[in-house]
């Protein structure tokens, strides 16, 4: 694969539709589309990726391995613990960090993971954030 290079990815509309976007089919997903940057070979290992939520889209709710780095490039970022992120908030989740991600009107993140995450049932007392019709 040769070098990627984006120009302005914080600007409105952030869509890239000449990138091969591949629904991301899972249990407990829906409408949520990724683009690989870069992964290894061993599933261990990190990987970058291009996150797109069509509005209503949420992931999976999941348990992270290692450290995951969410950039929001367009649109928001909903947080199951009812925290929002808009265009240009970092976040960075820990080790061991549970959550489900969403958007109510659609966004496009830019996501780095060091291990993969592992889907989980939440425990009582965790919320998981139904998205917008």
């Known amino acids: ?7 302005d990815v914080l600007r409105d509309g952030f869509a890239m539709p000449e990138l091969p976007w591949v629904p991301w089919v899972e249990p407990g997903r829906a409408g949520v589309e990724h683009c690989v940057l870069w992964t290894t ?11 797109r939520f069509p509005p209503g889209a949420h992931g999976d709710f ?6 995951e780095l969410m950039l929001v490039l ?3 970022l909903d947080h199951s613990d009812g925290r929002s992120f808009g ?13 489900q991600m ?7 993140v830019l996501a ?5 995450a ?4 939440p425990r009582a007392g965790e919320v998981v954030r139904e998205p917008a019709p």
């Not at 999941?62 to 450290?67: A, P, V």
């Not at 265009?87 to 959550?99: F, K, N, Q």
């Not at 969403?102 to 496009?108: D, R, Y």
């Not at 592992?118 to 049932?121: G, I, S």
């Open 112 to 116: 780095v993971r060091t291990r993969p």
């Open 102 to 108: 969403s958007s109510a009107n659609g966004c496009t």
């Open 1 to 7: 694969m040769s070098d990627l290079f984006f120009s």
């Open 62 to 67: 999941h348990e992270h391995l290692g450290h």
């Open 87 to 99: 265009r240009g908030d970092l976040v960075v989740e820990e080790p061991g960090s549970r959550h």
């Open 74 to 76: 367009h649109g928001q």
């Open 118 to 121: 592992a889907p989980r049932t």
């Open 41 to 51: 070979d061993d599933r261990n290992e990190s990987v970058g990726l291009l996150l």
